[in-house]
């Protein structure tokens, strides 16, 4: 969803891209030109792309264009321009994890997803903006990117993957690749209405990725909908994804307490609307306490800041305080003041991730509002509490989701005057069923009533 003029590659999948590409229609070249046009004309205001590499992509392309003439295909990704969070080691580009503190020798050389989308020939247009570490989605020290959905008041796009939600949805990407601890890949997505999907943590090696805490971190993409997501989860080497689930045969939760508690209006009569829908289109919707969500809270506090803390370095952390950003300062002070790790924290989350393992056996998959809130005004929130206030609420829903050990999507909601999501949510390793889920949803909820 975006109130800035279309890209001239807006209604085009993935597949139909490459298929343009490879009947000669239209060059690598000629299409990475036109995006870093865009990217020119809109990132000044947009801010999804903190470092552009012009010459790097036209590299890329060039690359990409002989091999094509040579009729060396590396696959569905080949030519199709990607933008890349910062937190993602590529080598040739610089690594800032969107702080003002030097992280390169954290992350020293490109991980498996990178080396992967490098040799399906994908093109690598630049870094995104992201929160400093990753930690939420509004910063002081670094703009906060505009949201596409309104040309006219700045928006929150959510966080920390803001930078590649806002590019995907204003048109700056095919695809754009985030990561989630929270559900930075999750929430930016619904509040920018586009597709994304947050991996199962154990689908693809972090190695590569700048880490807030390897305990809940998953890699994710972006992108305009299901059919594409599934080619780049097939494209990097996940599993085969069945296309046609039947949507009578599925059972979903919806889960209770907190994921439908103080939603916006917006959000609480889209989600209502579409759980409708699915359920004349035959599914079954089925209402499912889950108490354990009410200790996700605790433990995610207990996990995050703490291993964060443990890899910058403690004195570190307390040397270079004043540099942090004043979001970064406040989640870090009670972890600094913690005299030892939380040597329980792992049995905890364990024992309730097996809770939740068992509580949820036999539905196929949850369904909740993705955020409880609509893109906001970042006029509202100048202070650090009103952020973290905002940031607490904006990544509620999602959460759980990272401390259960979960994979995820949100998917943009028809008919909305802003974006909201509905977020899809199964056990772990089960990516390739949610996306087929995710899918035939997509394809229920868009189709005619």
């Known amino acids: 969803m975006s109130a800035f003029p279309e890209s001239r590659f807006a209604h085009a999948s993935i597949a139909q891209y490459a298929a343009r590409l490879r009947s000669g229609e239209l ?56 933008a890349v969070k910062d937190l993602y ?29 490098k040799r399906a020939g994908a093109i690598i247009l630049g870094k995104t903006w992201t929160s400093e570490f990753a930690l939420g989605g509004i910063n002081f020290i670094r703009r906060v990117p505009w949201n596409p959905c309104d040309a ?41 209405g586009v597709f994304g999907h947050k991996f199962s943590a154990s689908a693809f090696p972090l190695e590569g990725i700048f ?17 594409d997501a599934i080619v780049v989860w097939e494209a990097l ?20 307490p907190l994921f439908y508690d103080d939603l916006d209006a917006e959000v609480e009569r889209a989600v209502e609307r579409a759980l409708e829908r ?94 409880p809130l609509v893109p906001t005004p970042l006029e509202g929130y100048k202070s650090v509490e009103a952020a973290l206030e905002w940031n607490r609420r904006a990544l509620r829903n999602t959460r759980p989701g990272n401390v259960f050990n979960q994979c995820g999507v949100s998917l943009p909601l028809p008919g909305t005057a802003l974006p909201v999501g509905l977020q899809i949510v199964c056990a772990a390793g089960a990516d390739a069923k949610l996306l087929g889920i995710a899918r035939v949803v997509e394809s229920a909820l868009s189709s005619p009533e």
């Open 27 to 82: 060059s690598a070249l000629e299409a990475t030109e036109a995006l870093l046009r865009r990217i020119d004309a809109l990132n000044p205001k947009l801010g999804a792309y903190t470092f552009v590499a012009a010459e790097y992509a036209r590299a890329q392309a060039r690359d990409i264009d002989a091999r094509l003439r040579a009729r060396a295909d590396s696959g569905p990704l080949m030519g199709v321009p990607v």
């Open 89 to 117: 080691q590529v080598d040739g580009l610089p690594l800032t994890a969107g702080s003002q503190l030097d992280v390169s020798h954290i992350v020293r050389s490109e991980g498996p997803l990178a080396r992967t989308l």
């Open 237 to 256: 080497g996940g599993t085969r994804v069945e296309r046609e689930l039947p949507l009578r045969e599925l059972r979903f939760a919806r889960p209770t």
């Open 278 to 371: 699915l359920q004349r289109a035959g599914a079954r919707v089925e209402h499912l306490d889950v108490p354990e969500v009410l200790e996700f809270e605790a433990l995610f506090g207990r996990i995050v800041p703490a291993e964060l803390i443990g890899i910058l370095g403690r004195e570190r952390v307390r040397a270079d305080f004043e540099r942090l950003d004043p979001v970064t300062k406040a989640r870090f002070t009670a972890a600094l003041a913690a005299s030892s790790a939380d040597s329980r924290v792992r049995a905890d989350l364990e024992a309730l991730r097996q809770r939740v393992h068992a509580r949820i056996a036999g539905y196929d998959a949850w369904l909740t509002p993705t955020a």
């Open 211 to 227: 880490p807030l805490s390897p305990t809940l971190d998953s890699p994710g993409v972006f992108t305009k909908d299901a059919r």
């Open 152 to 192: 006219e008041t700045h928006r929150t796009p959510g966080g920390s993957s803001g930078g590649s939600a806002v590019a995907m949805a204003a048109g700056l990407c095919t695809f754009a690749l985030g990561t989630d601890t929270g559900g930075s890949v999750r929430m930016p997505a619904a509040l920018c």
